[in-house]
């Protein structure tokens, strides 16, 4: 898969290598061209000067071609202008936008646009939305058999309760992410687009699990 990641400061270097490591091509967005010295001798992605919501800037660095778009740069407003231009232009799946104002959050979850806030672990969070199947655990238990997962809820759910979900996945969920809030659902909650769920899941074909989540129900 291409991503594209728009800021290449400490998060969007620290992605950039994340991402490349998995075997994915990268194309990083900075306007400061000095903002790629973070990145490590040997990166092989695409770094591309200019402002990250500008359309030949986007071009140049594959947009037309990616299946996730990161907005990690120092600015609130420029991450949600280029996100939604990833999303709404260009028709990327998978779009995730760094925030510093955790008040703006549920704006901007109800643009449809899943946010991070700045935190030291800012960078794993953005990786669990851009790629949810591939993403790490939030938790493993000690016997390695059971773990949380965090994935989106794909269009085929919503209008659904959470029992549903549960019993066709044969998952639990733990904790419901709704416009910046949290919820500890019951099994008649109903989920809502733009939902994410927090979801028990035993540690074997979880790749399949997390695909009928994202994805829908198996036919």
Known sequence: MHIVIMGCGRVGSSLAHSLEARGHSVAIVDRNPDAFRRLRPGFEGRTV??????RSVLHEAGIADAGAFAAVSSGDNSNI???????????????????????RAEVYERLGIPTVATVRWAANQV???VLPEEAAAEWVDPSGTVRLTEAPVGAKWVGSPVRVLEQVTGTRVALLSRLGQSIIPGGDTLLEEGDRVHTMMPDVGVSRLLHLITGGTES
């Open 49 to 54: 000067t200019g402002v990250g919501f500008e």
């Open 81 to 103: 202008i280029s996100a939604r231009v990833a999303r709404e232009t260009f028709g990327v799946d998978n779009v995730v936008a760094r925030i510093y104002d955790p008040g």
């Open 127 to 129: 990786l669990r939305r």
